[in-house]
């Protein structure tokens, strides 16, 4: 149907991210995987030498060849699941999550810290005297003298644990996230049973963070402070441990936070500037060859500069495979530009699939490079600043579109106004970007003049507030949509359909776009009518609060005294499901089915006249001798919630263990979900 799937590097691209979704969601043993390439590229080799003999050529050659595109896909991850690697820390034989243990690590990258700890992730190398391999999140007290860097060696003894997985309904995963990333496991450590060492050996990434030090330092010194300084740490340098939450979620607010992300947009502007530079070389003799090369060299330079991150090295890969068609004078298609980058850099690390960034900056420059002549040529201009208006806002609708869907499905939020923002900034990135290592290089010899530094603080103070301002308006900023995974894959399909039958209008592709509209709705039907037909009873947990939801159909009733602290944790499942919301005080008494619940509050009253209860929930710490009540009551369950002291939880566990009654914490397990 799209011409663009006819090209080779699509085509193995596509059966290349099949394979890995496969090897994915359907772990294989590396030996079952080396059996199945074995035998596809012995059938592959067969095919093309005796395909006249005992093969239709074509046909046969071609599904051994994209086959084979899947085993490659199934084998790229499968060798880089760290459980796979016969050194993988949590396969010896001394470990245990609830020993302490002695592991050596080297730091990989600094995180964004929280209150109490700073994080970090970091490569095991060593778990007691035998060698290891994997991924592990650091916590590291913050009350401790030290800090890590990237390429430290680190030593501690520490207790390995796993996780937790989120304790509501709908939370953000933060352990899937984390799998995702191949960890698994995390320590909390502080400076009393920790020794930094020696690195054994220099990284690119050390020497790389090391210099952004150095850079940080020297600006701090020249007078950047603040925010200012957090955002050239995170325009230039790509660290946006230091940006303040409150600025982020402005960015995010105005739909702007692609500007944040050191990507595909500062990457190509920065080859601009770069080859502008070096303009003057093509009038020597192979002065093209030469600024290619110098480009390229520049651009990868900076990629290690700003920390060699998931974004910055596909935009890097993308634009490497531009500059160098170009200069082979061949006419680049920019579907395939794309889709070899992505080739590759799927086949060196194929967990990029599943980052929300990888897909928004695929789907965004797609769209751009698809849609936006489409949208461009609606209208023009005769006016040159009314064209170049035009074609930046022609540039920002078609990315928006591609990633609509998307971002609606990850973040349920429209920004209304990411049209203003766009139009605003975008336009003067180039000259931040470029004023801004012009900055960076004065500072770092100590040669930045101090009105180059008013100058350049003002511009970034100004972007700042009119980025804060879009955000603010608060009436085109639309929050909180239901969208689901097929809602997605639904509204996708329509609007590739409906895209291709305004570019040519015949019959059959009208009638591709009736069945997407049809099946947008069958979507929407059923999840309505699922969203109907369930019951449930849910104790969610929080801190301190009690919250008791009664759910039935499209109705959430939910008991509590907090309201305002209750719906922090109400939000992400009122987004997933799209129900009613309605606050009542908490009740002694409830009653779901065929099943009776008590909750047994501060008070500690619990022996009420005609009352049989199924269930038993304890709230507020309630001062009862809870063998007692089990003799008294002789509940099935018994339901702590995180309202109650911790001391109190562990205590009525081992009473209800010793009575053999079911017990369960919410601080444990997550919110109760009775169905």
Request: hydrophobic content about 50%; proline content about 3%.
């Amino acid at each position: 149907m799209l011409k663009f799937l006819k090209f080779i590097p699509v085509q193995l691209t596509v059966f290349l991210v099949i394979g890995i979704l496969i090897g994915n969601y359907y772990r294989l043993t590396p030996y079952t995987v080396t059996l199945i390439l074995g035998v596809l590229l012995i059938l592959l080799l067969v095919a093309h030498t005796y395909y006249n003999q005992f093969f239709s050529y074509p046909l046969a050659y071609t599904i051994i060849a994209f086959l084979l595109f899947i085993g490659i896909g199934i084998s790229s991850i499968t060798f880089q699941i760290q459980q796979n690697n016969s050194n993988y820390y949590a396969a010896n034989t001394l470990f245990h999550t609830k020993d302490t243990l002695f592991c050596k690590v080297r730091i990989t990258k600094v995180l964004k810290p929280t209150i109490y700890y700073n994080k970090y992730e970091a490569k095991v190398t060593q778990i007691d005297s035998l060698k290891a391999t994997g991924t592990l999140l650091i916590h590291y007290k913050r009350d401790s003298c030290n800090k890590f860097e990237v390429s430290d060696c680190v030593l501690f003894k520490a207790v390995f644990k796993e996780v937790p997985k989120p304790l509501n309904p709908y939370a953000f995963d933060y352990k899937n996230y984390l799998e995702k990333q191949q960890i698994f496991h995390q320590v909390f450590i502080d400076n009393s049973k920790t020794l930094k060492c020696k690195p054994s050996k220099i990284t690119l990434k050390g020497i790389a963070a090391s210099f952004r030090k150095k850079v940080t330092t020297h600006l701090q010194q020249a007078g950047f402070k603040n925010n200012e300084l957090a955002l050239i740490n995170t325009l230039l340098l790509g660290q946006r441990t230091t940006l303040s939450k409150e600025l982020r979620q402005s960015y995010i607010n105005a739909g702007a936070i692609h500007i944040l992300a050191v990507s595909g947009l500062h990457v190509g502007i920065l080859l601009l500037l770069f080859m502008f530079v070096l303009k003057p070389l093509h009038y020597f003799r192979h002065g093209k060859l030469v600024a290619t090369i110098l480009a390229v060299l520049l651009l990868w330079m900076y990629a290690i500069l700003a920390g060699l991150s998931a974004s910055v090295v596909r935009a890097v890969v993308m634009f490497t495979a531009v500059v160098i068609g170009t200069n082979m004078n061949r006419i680049t298609n920019v579907y395939n530009t794309l889709f070899v980058s992505m080739f590759f850099l799927l086949l060196f690390n194929p967990f990029y699939l599943f980052e929300v960034g990888f897909q928004f900056s695929y789907l965004a420059v797609f769209s751009i490079v698809w849609l936006q002549p489409k949208l461009y040529n609606l209208h023009t201009f005769n006016f040159f600043i009314f064209d170049k208006g035009w074609q930046l806002l022609s540039v920002s609708i078609a990315a928006q579109l591609g990633v609509l869907p998307l971002s609606l499905y990850y973040f349920h939020q429209f920004p209304g106004l990411f049209f203003v923002s766009n139009l605003i900034i975008i336009p003067f990135l180039g000259i931040i970007l470029g004023a801004g290592l012009l900055v960076i290089a004065l500072s770092f010899f100590n040669l930045l003049p101090s009105f180059l530094v008013t100058m350049y603080s003002f511009m970034l103070a100004q972007m700042n507030h009119v980025v804060v301002w879009v955000s603010q308006q608060e009436a085109f900023l639309f929050k909180n949509i239901p969208f689901s995974f097929y809602d997605m894959i639904g509204i996708y399909a329509l609007l590739l359909f409906l895209i291709k039958w305004i570019e040519k209008k015949n019959f059959h592709r009208f009638v591709w776009v009736l069945i997407s509209v049809i099946a947008v709705q069958s979507v929407f039907i059923f999840e309505r009518y699922q969203q109907h037909s369930v019951n449930s009873f849910i104790v969610f947990n929080q801190r301190k609060n009690t919250v008791i939801g009664n759910r039935n159909g499209s109705d959430l009733t939910v008991s509590t005294k907090q309201v305002k602290e209750a719906k922090k944790v109400l939000v992400p499942y009122l987004v997933e499901t799209g129900v009613h919301l309605k606050f009542t005080s908490v009740k002694n008494v409830y009653a779901f089915k065929t099943k009776s619940i008590l909750v047994v509050d501060s008070l500690g009253v619990y022996k009420l006249q005609k009352i049989n209860p199924t269930i038993v929930i304890l709230r507020q710490s309630p001062k009862i001798h809870l063998e007692r009540l089990l003799n008294y009551l002789h509940p099935k369950l018994v339901v702590a919630d995180a309202s109650n002291y911790t001391f109190d939880i562990r205590r009525w566990k081992q009473t209800c263990l010793k009575k053999k009654t079911p017990f369960y914490s919410t601080n444990e397990k997550g919110a109760l979900i009775l169905e």
